[in-house]
């Protein structure tokens, strides 16, 4: 089944302390990217990837660092988190940058 | 850059009523036009897209068509459901980065 998946689903953190959020699909697309979702804001795109080590920052991409190893691996990495992170995330990928995006099912994380 | 303004919610309507979400973007050149989906809890996933002027695109019963003279791709359903029930994002594509999407615009449908 061609899917995107994302880990963890949920996380509750506290201010500072590094994570990453994992994000993967299985359909050999070439273009990946990381949402974040917030109240009254929408989504808004944090960084995207063109391919394997090209990565280039969205609209709101301070604070987040990402990188592009394998084609189909796109973590995203928060090196000291602050409370103004919380948010709903998502990773996507598509075939190309314009193409259909295909979504994973979002990560809620709590940063206190 | 691109940029999408879409209609405010929440809309709430009795199921068979006749939805209408607005959208207008700003964008160079010829972008292609996309309405995504997200249902409660989940990401969002593809309803229907068109790619050039005069286009209609359609899926579930929905449907919104390209009209470049009023840079607008305003979303219809003839009759909604209850299962219809989720947020509606609009966005267009020109090539340009970032790539935008709109605020989201939350339906609720009521039996």
């Known amino acids: 089944e061609a899917q995107v998946t994302q880990n963890p689903r949920y996380l509750i953190t506290v201010t500072g302390k590094k994570l990453t959020v994992t994000c993967s699909q299985n359909?050999?697309?070439?273009?990946m990217s990381w949402y974040r979702q917030d109240p009254g804001l929408g989504l808004r795109q944090i960084y995207y990837?063109?391919?394997?080590?090209?990565?280039d920052k969205g609209d709101v991409p301070e604070g987040y660092k990402v990188s592009r190893k394998e084609k189909r691996n796109f973590p995203l990495i928060l090196e000291s988190p602050s409370p103004n992170q919380t948010s709903l995330y998502f990773c996507?990928?598509?075939?190309?940058?314009?193409?259909?995006?295909?979504f994973g099912p979002g990560t809620r994380l709590t940063v206190t | 850059g691109d940029s999408v303004t879409q209609m405010e919610g929440p809309v709430t309507l009795s199921e068979e009523a006749f939805l209408t979400i607005n959208c207008t973007y700003t964008?160079?050149?010829?972008?292609?036009l996309f309405w995504y989906v997200q249902y409660p809890g989940e990401g969002l996933q593809l309803l229907l897209k068109?790619?050039?002027?005069?286009d209609k695109g359609s899926n579930k019963g929905f449907e919104a068509t390209y009209r470049k003279e009023t840079t607008s791709f305003h979303l219809e359903k003839g009759s909604v459901q209850v299962s219809d029930s989720a947020v509606y994002f609009c966005?267009?594509?020109?090539?340009?980065?970032?790539?935008?999407f709109g605020k989201g615009t939350r339906l609720s449908v009521i039996a």
């Open positions: 996507a990928s598509s075939s190309g940058m314009g193409y259909e995006q295909y």
């Open positions: 359909m050999n697309h070439e273009y």
């Open positions: 990837s063109m391919n394997v080590e090209v990565t």
């Open positions: 964008a160079t050149g010829y972008p292609s």
């Open positions: 068109a790619t050039k002027a005069d």
């Open positions: 966005a267009p594509y020109s090539g340009n980065t970032p790539l935008v």
